[in-house]
T-cell receptor, first 109, second 113 residues
Framework: AQRVTQPEKLLSVFKGAPVELKCNYS??????LFWYVQYSRQRLQLLLR??SRESIKGFTADLNKGETSFHLKKPFAQEEDSAMYYC???????????FGQGTELSVKP | DAGVTQSPTHLIKTRGQQVTLRCSPK?????VSWYQQALGQGPQFIFQ???????QRGNFPDRFSGHQFPNYSSELNVNALLLGDSALYLC????????????FGSGTRLTVV
């Protein structure tokens, strides 16, 4: 079964601390994974896609097929990083996104 | 470019009624997907439209139906509303069937009473 699991509902860190938001997936085939972010009162927006191997706003994510994980990392958290983060898996058969339940990141001053 | 626009932003309906939600995709996007997001949950895929046809469907009953028009805009219809249909309904569009991700609208908040 295709599934995305984000084990933490809430992650609270202090400004300047490293951040790791966990994402594990279950998928038979070659996965395409994304991280979406939703800031307060804003729409869901794409943060990262694993095929691009890019770094956005200091965040990176590496696909680990052995551990079926796609954790989102940032070495030094900023207060403006506080938001809801969703990991999503794209179904290669038709293009639907399968979302995790989301992790709320709170960065305290 | 206004991005993905959805209307209305909020809606209150009575159980048993029918509702139509509308979505205009981002300019240049021809694929439209609909998602339901219940409070505290991640978005759940309802269906996807491309070239005016439903291409993929999630685990939702037939009460949920849709349409895509020649200008790529789309409608989501829900019949015989249940209290459990109360949620944020999100529309997402893409120019490439989601290859590089989707652009989301702000959603329509549906409350069924």
């Amino acid at each position: 079964a295709q599934r995305v699991t984000q084990p933490e509902k809430l992650l609270s860190v202090f400004k300047g601390a490293p951040v790791e938001l966990k994402c594990n997936y279950s998928y038979s085939g070659s996965p395409e994974l994304f991280w979406y972010v939703q800031y307060s009162r804003q729409r869901l927006q794409l943060l990262l896609r694993h095929i691009s191997r890019e770094s956005i706003k200091g965040f990176t994510a590496d696909l680990n097929k052995g551990e079926t994980s796609f954790h989102l990392k940032k070495p030094f958290a900023q207060e403006e990083d506080s938001a809801m983060y969703y990991c999503a898996l794209k179904d290669n058969q038709g293009g639907k996104l399968i979302f995790g339940q989301g992790t709320e990141l709170s960065v305290k001053p | 470019d206004a991005g993905v626009t959805q209307s209305p932003t909020h809606l209150i309906k009575t159980r048993g009624q029918q509702v139509t939600l509308r979505c205009s995709p981002k300019s240049g996007h021809d694929t439209v997907s609909w998602y339901q997001q219940a409070l505290g949950q991640g978005p759940q895929f309802i269906f996807q439209y491309y070239e005016e046809e439903e291409r993929q469907r999630g685990n939702f009953p037939d009460r949920f139906s849709g349409h895509q028009f020649p200008n790529y805009s789309s409608e989501l219809n829900v019949n015989a509303l249940l209290l459990g249909d109360s949620a944020l309904y999100l529309c997402a569009s893409s120019p490439d069937r989601g290859l590089y991700g989707y652009t989301f609208g702000s959603g329509t908040r549906l409350t069924v009473v």
